[in-house]
């Protein structure tokens, strides 16, 4: 099964994510480019900790009691959305992000060890380093040069305006959660099959 490691938003990030995806959506339509990206659902959207891929189901028991040991060391944080950018840049966009601002050093820390539990099961997953993000979109493969500029360009024009260049109101993170996601033509349908409390005060 298809799998990854997250952090859930809350309702408030998710609002906060969702009026960033709507002025891109019309900032695009204005100009004739709303067919040029696939938007990620607003109930999909999540900050993914560790990309596992493809795993056994036998391992998950291990992998549960790893995760659960690992998350009792972290307390809650706090995470804002900040800033709205591309992967790899605006001239060449693949993916559309959100910037996520707040308690970073702690998220650096979970997120470590997060992977160290996944590795500790003999799971590698993604290897790629850690860069706390929101994807709210990506770029379809058949459009032209001249549109992908163009819609990195709106972001860019998006992520300059003062309204954007200031954080969000930061909010309470105390979970995470192991997904399992199964692919379909009509988008990514996630399953929860663990949730793991971060410890209390």
């Known amino acids: ?6 952090i859930d938003l809350t309702p408030s ?12 959506m019309r900032q695009l339509l204005a100009q004739k480019l709303d ?6 659902a607003v109930h999909n959207l999540h900050l993914t900790l560790h990309f596992l891929g493809e795993i056994e189901e036998a391992q ?4 549960t009691d790893r995760l659960a040991a690992a998350t009792t060391h972290h307390l809650p944080m706090q ?18 992000w959100c910037g996520v601002g707040g308690d970073l050093q702690a998220l ?11 590795r500790s099961v003999g799971i590698q997953g993604d290897d790629k380093p850690f860069k706390p993000h929101l994807t709210i ?26 309204s954007h260049a200031s954080a969000g109101t930061p909010d309470r993170i105390d979970e995470v959660i192991l997904y399992k996601s199964e692919l379909t033509p009509s988008g990514p349908i996630y399953t929860r099959l663990g949730v793991f409390q971060l410890a209390q005060r």
């Open 13 to 24: 990030l998710r609002q906060q994510v969702e009026s960033t995806q709507r002025r891109l």
């Open 79 to 96: 995470l804002r959305i900040e800033g709205v950018g591309c992967f790899p840049n605006s001239n060449r966009p693949n993916v559309i």
């Open 137 to 162: 979109g990506r770029t379809q493969r058949n459009i032209t040069v001249g549109q992908l500029r163009a819609v990195g360009a709106a972001v860019a024009e998006l992520a300059a305006l003062p």
């Open 1 to 6: 099964m298809r799998t990854f490691i997250a």
């Open 60 to 63: 998950l028991s291990a992998l």
């Open 108 to 118: 650096a820390r979970l997120q470590s060890d997060v992977t160290a539990a996944v």
């Open 35 to 40: 067919r040029a990206v696939r938007w990620v």
